[in-house]
């Protein structure tokens, strides 16, 4: 059995169906990859290993005894790129809840792998990041109007806000990289392979 069906077996009373679907997918790409590439979850996941312990506690208690070890992992440094987008999200959430807090951590560590944000965190497609980010980071939702892939925009909007410059334009309809920020976003989901 995968550690996404483990995880999903069974579920805390604390969060729906699809905030479980979300977790479960996030956990199980960044150990799967943490697993393959013999590095510490925290780095693939964006939380120290007691933050981790407390997730699955949380969410997922029947599985505490498979994070176990990695309880005592640090919390992973984080370049600067990655810091700028984790407050972006924290910025920007819905509710202002825990639980998107500790997707903001997450979602910011995987948009630094390099695939279409949604493979990187799991997902079966890109509509399913399109309602995380509706759901939990709506006001970004809301200034995505023109359906830009989900990693572009979040940066695009860094280097606006902070004058980052990671963007060769400042202007879309100007630009010569286009191509890369819109248009289809084709792919097997990463996890479709353990599943």
């Known amino acids: ?18 905030e ?24 693939k996941l964006g939380h120290s290993g007691a933050m981790v312990t407390e997730i699955i506690a949380d969410y997922f208690p029947h599985a ?26 924290c910025r920007n959430t819905s509710q202002d809840s825990r639980f998107e807090y500790i997707l903001a951590g997450m979602i910011a560590r995987r948009s630094m792998a ?5 493979q990187d965190l799991g997902l079966r497609n890109r509509r ?5 980010m509706e759901r939990y980071f709506e006001p970004l939702a809301q200034k995505n109007t023109k359906d830009m892939k989900w990693k572009k925009f979040l940066f695009r909007l860094i280097c606006r806000d902070d004058h980052y410059g990671l963007c060769p334009s400042p202007i879309c309809e100007e630009c010569d990289d ?7 976003e084709k792919g ?5 392979h353990s599943l």
């Not at 286009?178 to 289809?184: I, V």
């Not at 097997?188 to 479709?192: C, I, M, Q, W, Y």
Request: charged share 30%; glycine share 4%.
């Open 1 to 18: 059995m995968s550690i996404y069906d483990r995880l999903m077996s069974q579920r805390g009373s604390i969060c729906d169906q699809f």
């Open 20 to 43: 479980s679907h979300v977790l479960a997918s996030i956990i199980a790409i960044s150990l799967k990859e943490a697993e393959k590439d013999k590095a510490p979850l925290s780095e």
């Open 64 to 89: 505490t005894e498979i994070f176990q070890p990695y309880s005592d992992e640090k919390a992973p440094k984080c370049a600067e790129d990655e810091n700028y987008l984790r407050d972006l999200l």
């Open 114 to 118: 390099p695939h279409h944000l949604w």
């Open 128 to 132: 399913e990041l399109g309602w995380l």
């Open 178 to 184: 286009m191509e890369h920020c819109f248009g289809d």
């Open 188 to 192: 097997e989901s990463l996890l479709a």
